[in-house]
């Protein structure tokens, strides 16, 4: 049967990583969303020709553009996908957007503050026009921490007071580990605290609905000289391998955030403890389809924390997947963020999180940089 569903040209820039993510959210999320538009993998672009010849093969794309320039040029492509390091995010982003393309952008948004406020005033204008963008903080999609917002905003944690929230990682412990680009500061901007201190930085405002407003942070570099990859010698690492830093939240609460890629034997844990009046959250990814919940209002007797297992298809986003008890992965993520950014643009309404609040999450990490620097001095955002 034809699909009379109008198509919207998706063209991708980056074929790593997230190229590979965001390619696999492209192709499932029409086959399992009831959508009124239809995505087509129409373009494919990166710096190496032959890689992006051979990742659009893989992956589905119908064609390989060697320039991105090229990409936002084609008429078959309507949303701009940009899955690049950092440095390049918003220069793709807001030719993009000047395009009249809609824009997907990975995170953090930027690698400084300017280019996170050039990029939020540009998706201002072209939202003017109805051309949408959306930062791609994936863990807002994880059913269980959806679920959790859902409580938060229906009252059932009361006041929040407070916040505990850390990234776990270990895929730099071994010292031998080569000085790959997301240690280089011109390339990533930072290190653990704008690779993964990011996600739980958005994590946190999402699930709470409040904002940081200042810090105190810590930040280090335990592994100062890698080797250079596909080449003799080493260099230095330019960023950082672990930040912690506290924080107090907009409605009062107190926060503490930890971000580290040296949590031997933690290989992706985003943890997340909210404390309220009238009860208590806690959850970890690597236990994704899990949600903890304490209800203070329940008798003594019938305290404590209770699992929930997030998969029943009242809960967000699972109506479209598998029956009950059937978990769902890191990939399902990212089909949630399409779907989401699919349906906003068919609403003619802006998705979330938006480049505002990739801007939002950038002034906090440019606040911990700060204060790191300045040994531990409380800034504000």
């Not at 938060?152 to 990682?169: F, K, N, P, T």
């Not at 653990?192 to 810090?215: M, N, S």
Request: proline share 5%; glycine share 10%; aromatic share 8%.
């Amino acid at each position: 049967m034809q699909d009379r569903r109008p198509a919207l040209g998706v063209g991708m820039v980056g074929y790593a990583f997230m190229g590979r993510v965001h390619s696999q959210a492209w192709r499932s999320v029409g086959a399992f969303y009831d959508l009124p538009v239809r995505p087509a993998l129409a373009a494919l672009s990166g710096r190496s020709k032959d890689h992006a010849v051979a990742a659009a093969r893989r992956f589905g794309w119908a064609a390989v553009e060697s320039d991105w320039k090229d990409l936002i040029d084609r008429d078959d492509v309507a949303i701009v996908d940009v899955c690049t390091p950092g440095d390049s995010h918003a220069e793709i982003a807001i030719a993009a957007l000047a395009a009249g393309k809609h824009v997907l952008c990975e995170k953090p948004l930027a690698n400084t503050v300017a280019e996170a406020e050039a990029m939020a005033t540009a998706a201002r204008s072209a939202a003017a026009r109805g051309v949408r963008s959306m930062v791609a903080f994936n863990y807002r999609r994880v059913p269980a921490v959806a679920l959790a917002r859902r409580l938060v905003a229906d009252g059932r944690l009361g006041e929040i007071r407070h916040v505990r929230a850390i990234y776990l990682q270990d895929w730099l412990v071994d010292p031998e580990h080569p000085l790959v680009w997301r240690l280089r500061r011109e390339k990533a901007g930072s290190g653990a605290l704008g690779d993964i201190g990011a996600h739980v930085v958005d994590t946190v405002a999402f699930v709470t609905g409040q904002q940081v407003t200042g810090v105190s942070a810590l930040t280090e570099t335990f592994v100062k000289e890698r080797p250079l990859p596909g080449a003799p010698g080493t260099g230095p690492v330019t960023v950082d391998d672990a930040a912690l830093f506290i924080g107090r939240l907009t409605g009062g609460a107190l926060a503490s955030f930890e971000a580290t890629r040296f949590a031997t034997g933690r290989k992706n844990s985003l943890r997340m403890e909210i404390n309220g009046s009238l009860g208590s959250l806690s959850f970890d990814f690597e236990a994704m389809n899990e949600l903890w919940f304490h209800d203070a209002t329940l008798p003594g007797e019938e305290g404590g924390f209770r699992k929930i297992i997030v998969t029943e298809p009242g809960h967000p986003y699972l109506d479209a997947w598998w029956p009950p008890g059937h978990g769902l992965g890191y990939e399902h993520t990212f089909t949630h963020e399409v779907r989401d950014f699919l349906s906003a643009i068919a609403a003619e309404s802006d998705p979330e999180p938006s480049f505002e609040d990739g801007l939002r999450v950038q002034r906090v990490l440019a606040a911990v940089e700060r204060s790191a620097a300045e040994e531990s001095r409380w800034t504000a955002v």
